[in-house]
């Protein structure tokens, strides 16, 4: 098992910044990726960025390409979420995701093993 304990999340303007934590304890052994996903209100969640722990490839969405960065502390297990120029429609729910085997950069939800509880993300216009 996989725990994941997310932090940073916060309330914003727009054109600001935040940057979120994913702290994983347990079985963290061989993790393939480590991703963050969000979920707007009425909306399906949707995958924001992923990051393979081995090579430290990233993937990310085209909504946030240029603005998010995310990238990993292996001593710590933890993985974080730079978001700058963040706007109103990056409101959301942000969870943090780790997959042991799956494909992770096609952002399906069924691919990720274990997921956080989230972390609230709100920019005010």
């Known amino acids: 098992q996989v725990q994941l304990v997310e932090s940073g999340g916060g309330s914003v303007q727009a054109g600001g910044s935040l940057r979120l934590s994913c702290a994983a304890s347990?079985?963290?052994?061989?993790?393939?990726?480590m991703g963050w996903f969000r979920q707007a209100p009425g909306r399906v969640r949707e995958g924001v960025a992923t990051?393979?722990?081995?090579?430290?490839?990233?993937v990310y969405a085209d909504s946030v390409k240029g603005r998010f960065t995310i990238s990993q502390d292996n001593a710590e297990n933890t993985v974080y979420l730079q978001m700058n120029s963040l706007k109103p429609e990056d409101t959301a729910m942000y969870y943090c995701?780790?997959?042991?085997?799956?494909?992770?950069?096609?952002?399906?939800?069924?691919?990720?093993?274990?997921w956080g509880q989230g972390t609230q993300v709100t920019v005010s216009s």
């Open positions: 995701a780790v997959s042991r085997y799956g494909r992770c950069s096609y952002f399906l939800e069924e691919e990720y093993n274990y």
């Open positions: 347990g079985d963290t052994w061989r993790l393939n990726c």
């Open positions: 990051l393979y722990t081995g090579s430290s490839r990233t």
